[in-house]
């Protein structure tokens, strides 16, 4: 079974020689690079999109908990 990165490796090699004009295989290290700066974005991207998911929900948690509050009598 593939990994993620094998596959972001596969699907990238047209890519890369349509960007740089050279074939995957004729710099492999330039391209490990490529392929290596690619995935790292993505799973950047991956983790600041679960943060803010997380901040959006503790801060609905924090106005529903500032309702409630305000409905309890003193």
């Given at each position: ?58 801060k ?15």
């Amino acid at each position: 079974m593939a990994t993620n990165f094998d596959r972001t490796f596969e699907k990238n090699k047209a890519e890369f020689k349509k960007k740089f004009g050279v074939d995957w295989n004729a710099e492999p290290q330039l391209y490990l690079s490529y392929i290596q700066s690619i995935y790292i974005s993505t799973l950047t991207e991956i983790a600041n999109n679960g943060l803010g998911q997380i901040s959006a929900m503790q801060k609905e948690t924090h106005q529903l908990l500032q309702h409630i509050s305000k409905k309890l009598p003193e």
